[in-house]
């Protein structure tokens, strides 16, 4: 089982970026795939998620500016942010509830 995301950066604030995540290893279709983010000195929260059927949840700190999706064909998952703030600035997972796989993340960093 492996999740692995990738495409952070570093972006100004009010910029984009697109994360990836590739999942392989496990039923992709069966799960709710979800991303996660760790800043420094915090605790890893959840940013947002999609089910099976495509139905997504953001957390109310992202709400409007990020958007979740996925392309079962591929097994991927991917988050657009739009309009970052430097308070997003974190390393970014993508994994399942069930948290079957950490991987190393990916780090994104927005400054101001």
């Known amino acids: 089982v492996q999740l692995q995301a990738s495409g952070g950066g570093l972006v100004q604030a009010g910029g984009s970026l697109r994360l990836s995540c590739e999942a392989s290893?496990?039923?992709?279709?069966?799960?709710?795939i979800g991303w996660f983010r760790q800043a420094p000195g915090e605790e890893r929260e959840g940013v947002s998620c999609?089910?099976?059927?495509?139905?997504?949840h953001y957390a109310d700190s992202v709400k409007g500016r990020f958007t979740i999706s996925k392309d079962n064909a591929k097994n991927m998952v991917y988050l657009q942010m739009s309009s970052l703030k430097p308070e997003d600035t974190a390393v970014y997972y993508c994994?399942?509830?069930?948290?079957?796989?950490w991987g190393k993340g990916t780090q994104v960093t927005v400054s101001s």
């Open positions: 290893g496990f039923p992709f279709d069966d799960y709710v």
């Open positions: 999609i089910s099976s059927s495509d139905s997504t």
């Open positions: 994994n399942t509830p069930e948290e079957l796989y």
